[in-house]
């Protein structure tokens, strides 16, 4: 091992050779896909069609594409996916109950209001009164589930080995992962690399979230956008969040009393321009001080498999090129570069930043990679 650091920063794309579904995947199975309601909030998958409040949900999903489908192709050039839907319905909420109150929204939530009134007039309201709020709250909540389960479905990892070789070669590695599923965690259990993700309190079936970035664990692992397995719960002296493998519903404590469940949906972050609601507070808010932190003492960071279109990472990332002149991003893109080019994100900074030194493209994937291509780009 040499007294090299690495740091990483990955995307869904990592896990595409697992079987991870993509974006137009999840959301087809959203729009068009059979699920069914369960009496304990949760939506899971239904044989043949679905039932009568999931299709009334997605009857309004599909509405309310419609509606914002326009502004996507005329600004985006694209439709509306899984993202842009939970956002928007989030956002309705968010207006209807005054939690935050947008002024611009009022003439289209009236336009969806009236269009989709035969879907809630009748529904019984869980928020207030307000039967539509409620209808768009279930509809995100929709969009978590089928999140779930379609992420879920990708169990094996693959084209993930180059990580043991990278921890084995540095004496620190940190990654920092928007991925929700447990791939990463499951390669390095496999090759038997310890790592820290701020969870380290085993408490019965729980392992509960306890700031504990081990300095003696060389790797650290930080889910930005949180985990399929991490749920809420009230433990006798406290709310925090903890790691499940099992069934959530069921967790007993090391004295093997029932743990009370908070919420029955894990912790992920869903939705463009809504996810930065939560970079700031909460646990997830605990992982983005540890990213600012970590990465101050990095000139180098690694991407693959990210789309670049978070805007909240985005200006971080940014911050964190022009922190330094040394600061650069060495992304791994099998694929023609132009297809950066164009990102957003990129777009007016490529040149001056490739010309800088301060974005280099590395014709490879993740799993193509071994150490001899990557440890130039370790910081010392």
Not at 13 to 28: A, K, L, Q
Not at 157 to 181: C, Q
Not at 241 to 270: I, Q, S, W
């Amino acid at each position: 091992m040499s007294a090299k650091r690495a740091a990483f920063f990955f995307g869904s794309g990592i896990s595409f050779r697992s079987g991870g579904p993509t974006v137009d995947t999840i959301s087809d199975k959203l729009l068009n896909g059979s699920w069914a309601d369960h009496s304990d909030w949760r939506f899971n998958p239904a044989n043949g069609r679905s039932s009568d409040a999931a299709k009334r949900i997605q009857q309004f999903l599909h509405i309310l594409k419609a509606h914002i489908d326009p502004h996507l192709r005329s600004h985006d050039d694209r439709e509306s996916n899984y993202e842009d839907l939970y956002a928007a319905a989030l956002q309705i909420v968010q207006d209807e109950t005054c939690e935050i109150v947008n002024p611009l929204l009022a003439a289209t939530v009236r336009i969806i209001r009236d269009a989709t009134k035969d879907l809630y007039q009748h529904l019984p309201p869980h928020i207030d009164n307000n039967r539509f709020a409620s209808l768009a709250d279930r509809a995100s909540d929709l969009i978590q589930w089928v999140v779930y389960h379609t992420i879920a479905r990708a169990k094996r990892p693959s084209g993930l080995e180059p990580l043991a070789a990278m921890a084995r070669a540095t004496a620190s590695m940190n990654i920092f992962s928007l991925n929700h599923d447990l791939l990463i965690e499951r390669q390095l259990d496999a090759d038997m690399i310890p790592f820290s993700d701020g969870f380290s309190e085993v408490d019965g079936d729980v392992v509960r979230f306890n700031w504990s970035w081990n300095e003696k664990v060389p790797l650290r692992l930080y889910k930005l956008h949180g985990s399929v397995d991490w749920y809420r719960f009230r433990f006798p002296a406290y709310v925090q969040y903890g790691k499940v493998h099992g069934d959530p519903e069921h967790c007993k404590n090391a004295n093997g009393r029932r743990l009370r469940l908070l919420n029955p949906e894990p912790l992920f972050l869903t939705g463009t321009t809504v996810k930065e609601q939560s970079y700031g507070y909460s646990l997830v808010g605990e992982l983005f001080a540890e990213f600012r932190l970590r990465l101050r003492s990095h000139h180098s960071l690694i991407c693959c498999g990210y789309g670049w279109e978070d805007k909240g990472i985005n200006i971080r990332l940014r911050q964190w090129l022009y922190d330094a002149p040394q600061n650069r991003i060495v992304i791994l893109h099998n694929a023609s570069p132009d297809e950066l080019k164009q990102k957003r994100f990129w777009y007016f900074y490529w040149d001056d930043f490739t010309k800088t030194n301060k974005v280099i493209v590395i014709p490879k994937w993740l799993s193509e990679c071994a150490v001899s291509d990557l440890e130039s780009y370790f910081d010392n």
